[in-house]
């Protein structure tokens, strides 16, 4: 604004000498360009609307701090037009999940936060208590349990964008509380869904303003190369001392954890050790979108078995840029398998294992009725945002990410 005494009332102008970078004022004038080719208006009637009564960060520099970013996030809104940029994007990323979803024929539902029991994924919960009904209730950890009994009462296709939660450590790729989208769609093929999770990710780089050859950290994704491999055959890729004979042999798995300081659990059988040996071996190497198929069933307590190796699930993850940003399967939709599973995971609580299920007999008896067959995918929103907006840290994708008191 370009304010003259000569154009103001001479108390108005003397008021406007007074007040401080922050404050929010009201002005009437018509626009002008300076030299510089700066819009400009020139003031001929101003006035103080609201006083700020501490001093803005510096104006050139910004909110440089990032504790104080985070923890004063209007702050850094208010200065750093980058991280407006950034959530602007991450609505338009989202308005773009939701879009795809409606034109592929997906119905949207809201289902329960807060579960009766712990279930639907495989980590730890927060538990609270409800008065009125003297129980322990868990906010949920993910939506599908949920999901899959609207499959039971004849929707074929749904979807939900919602918040989760996980009682898990706080890093740069973790938040306690944070974002997925998780839909479900009956007489689906694995492939049907791993197409679909492609074009996700593609629609929502193109709602970004976002290139498929992306700059991520220090590292080039490349979103025209999808692949797809079972997670045997990497495991091998990234391990050439093991053999095929290898995978089964507890010994030689747990050697190779032991040797990159991963601290095996009684409680692990030789499924569990794998996906172990996976994720210290392999998953940081897969940089252009991988889908990894073939997930030993220990770890995969509410997928199908497939038909040729009862071992392993019909599951799929996608990693990109070595993290995981879905998780999807053919559901179990099998009652007794099912109870079997439920039952496995029960064992493992008791032995200690604090991220395993609880045993869900509603969703047992839902099963009972009958349950189409299906495919499910889970997504991580915020990984998404993080991912087409170059961000490291998830705490710069969430407006009000869970930091220390």
Known sequence: IYVTKNNVDESVYEDFKTWDLGDIVGVSGSLFRTKTDELTIDVWDLEMITKSLRPMPEKFKGLTDIEARYRQRYLDLMTNNDTKKVFIKRTKIIDSLRKKMNESGYLEVETPMMHPLAGGAVARPFVTQHNALGQDLYLRIAPELYLKRLLVGGFERVFEINRSFRNEGLSTKHNPEFTMMEWYQAYASMQDQMDLTKDIILNAAKAADCELKIEWGDIKVDLNNFKQSTLSDLVLEFNKELSKDDLSDKKKLQNILTSNKVKVEKSWGIGRILLEVFEATVESKLIDPTFVTEY?????????????????????????????????????????????????????????????????????TALEHGMPPAVGVGMGVDRLVMLLTNQSSIRDVLLFPQLKS
Do not use: H, W
């Open 296 to 364: 030993p069933v220990e770890v995969s307590p509410l997928s199908r078995r497939n038909e040729e190796n009862p071992d392993y699930a019909d599951r799929f993850e996608l990693f990109i840029g070595g993290k995981e940003f879905a998780n999807g399967f053919c559901e179990l939709n099998d009652p007794d398998d099912q109870a079997t599973r439920f039952e496995e995971q029960v064992a493992a609580k008791d032995s200690g294992d604090k991220e395993a299920m609880d045993f869900d007999q509603d969703y047992i």
